[in-house]
Nanobody, 115 residues
Framework: QVQLVESGGGLVQPGGSLGLSCEAS????????MGWYRQVPGKQRELVAI???????MYAASVKGRFTISRDNAKNMVYLQMAGLRPEDTAVYYC?????????WGQGTQVTVSS
């Protein structure tokens, strides 16, 4: 079992930057992968960025070059730094963790990109 607690999010203007944080209740060394998904009403949840236990990263094509995922193993934290935000980035962002085949989700945090 792992609990995920997100922070960050909010309202930002187009072109702006925002950071999300997620704290895991257990060490990263027992977690297979961690990352971020997002969802807008009426659409499926989609992958934003994910980092494996080896440190390899994968990004959705729509955010590559604008978003950066990182982690702090000592603090059991994973971060998502978002730059060049666009209105289409507006969504609820969820922290995600997988331990072998078990999947865990945070409660979600709203990101709104609007002028």
């Amino acid at each position: 079992q792992v609990q995920l607690v997100e922070s960050g999010g909010g309202l930002v203007q187009p072109g702006g930057s925002l950071g999300l944080s997620c704290e895991a209740s257990r060490s990263f060394f027992s977690i297979t992968s961690m990352g971020w998904y997002r969802q807008v009403p009426g659409k499926q949840r989609e992958l934003v960025a994910i980092m494996s236990i080896s440190g390899s990263e994968m990004y959705a094509a729509s955010v590559k070059g604008r978003f950066t995922i990182s982690r702090d193993n000592a603090k059991n934290m994973v971060y998502l730094q978002m730059a060049g935000l666009r209105p289409e980035d507006t969504a609820v962002y969820y922290c995600y963790a997988r331990i072998v085949v078990e999947e865990y989700w945070g409660q979600g945090t709203q990101v709104t990109v609007s002028s």
